[in-house]
């Protein structure tokens, strides 16, 4: 999802696919002229986000990117900031293009769950993976029920 909450902080993460930034609002915030308390965004932040998680128990901010990365930031990060790891998938042997969609950390396992829309699947990570990695194991088959999974 494009969207995390971070309660101990009481602020919301927010996705801006158009901008290529994630920006981040106080919970409480209401109205039409509100500002981010923070963002992320620039050259050097390796974003393309469309999905995003909070791990609050690391204190990291995970970034889904367009289904090929998922990129780390320190939750206080603010502005043009290089990730503390970026996660590469590797491509697959065939010609399927992968659709990930969406993205959540199990912070009591150490891993990450991703939606794999194309391949009708759940890929799981270790949270701590950096560089280009594989699944340390898929969710899928007939008997899951899943048909593109999105979030």
Not at 119 to 136: C, F, H, K, L, W
Request: negative net charge; proline residues 4%; glycine residues 8%.
């Amino acid at each position: 999802m494009g969207i995390a909450i971070d309660n101990s902080a009481r602020e919301v993460a927010v996705v801006d696919v158009a901008m290529k930034k994630l920006q981040i609002y106080a919970r409480s915030t209401d109205g039409m002229s509100l500002t981010a308390v923070r963002s992320i965004l620039g050259s050097a932040t390796g974003l393309a986000p469309s999905a995003t998680a909070l791990d609050t128990k690391n204190q990291e901010i995970l970034v889904l990117n367009g289904g090929v990365s998922i990129t780390a930031y320190a939750t206080a990060a603010s502005g043009n900031v290089a990730p503390v790891r970026t996660l590469t998938f590797l491509k697959p042997a065939d010609a399927t293009v992968d659709t990930r969609q969406g993205i959540i950390v199990d912070t009591e396992t150490d891993e990450i769950f991703v939606t794999n829309q194309s391949r009708n699947s759940i890929e799981v990570y270790a949270r701590t993976g950096d560089g280009q990695v594989m699944p340390t194991r898929t969710i899928s088959g007939p008997l899951t029920g899943l048909s593109q999974p999105t979030g």
